[in-house]
C-alpha cells in the first residue's frame, strides 16, 4: 500500500510542476480596472500587483481590479482599452529587465472634476 500512495504522490507533484511551468510560461494576460480619476494617475503594474499615483490633482480612493494572469518578467507589449471614461489613456512605459518588467498606464483627464474610468489592460 505503501508503495501506491508513493506513486500517487509522485504523479501529482509532477503534474503540480506541469501546471506550474505552463503558467510561468504564459506571456498574455489582462488585468482589468476600474476607479476614480481627478486630472492625471498612473497605473504601474509587476507581476499581480497594480498600483496607483496622483500625478496631478486629488488623490481618491483606490480602484478595484483583477488579473487574468500575472505580467510576466519578460518584455512583452502592453495595450490599453478604455472601456468607459471621458479622457485620454495611453501606456507610458513598456516593461523590461531595466524597469523590473514593470508596465505603467497613464489616466490625464484634463476635464474639471472626476470622472469614473474602466479600462481593459492586456499584454502579449
Do not use: C, H
Not at 52 to 71: C, D, H, K, W
Amino acid at each position: 500500500m505503501s508503495r501506491s500512495v508513493f506513486s500517487i504522490v509522485l504523479v501529482v507533484l509532477a503534474l503540480a510542476f506541469v501546471v506550474s511551468a505552463q503558467e510561468e510560461q504564459r506571456k498574455d494576460g489582462r488585468v482589468f480596472w476600474r476607479g476614480t480619476v481627478d486630472a492625471k494617475v498612473q497605473l504601474s503594474i509587476k507581476g499581480i500587483t497594480l498600483t496607483e499615483q496622483a500625478v496631478i490633482g486629488r488623490a481618491m480612493p483606490p480602484g478595484n481590479y483583477s488579473f487574468t494572469s500575472r505580467l510576466p518578467d519578460a518584455a512583452v507589449s502592453v495595450s490599453v482599452n478604455k472601456k468607459e471614461g471621458r479622457g485620454s489613456v495611453t501606456v507610458i512605459q513598456q516593461p523590461n529587465s531595466e524597469n523590473g518588467f514593470t508596465a505603467i498606464v497613464e489616466i490625464d483627464d484634463s476635464r474639471g472634476g472626476t470622472a469614473e474610468y474602466l479600462l481593459d489592460i492586456s499584454w502579449q
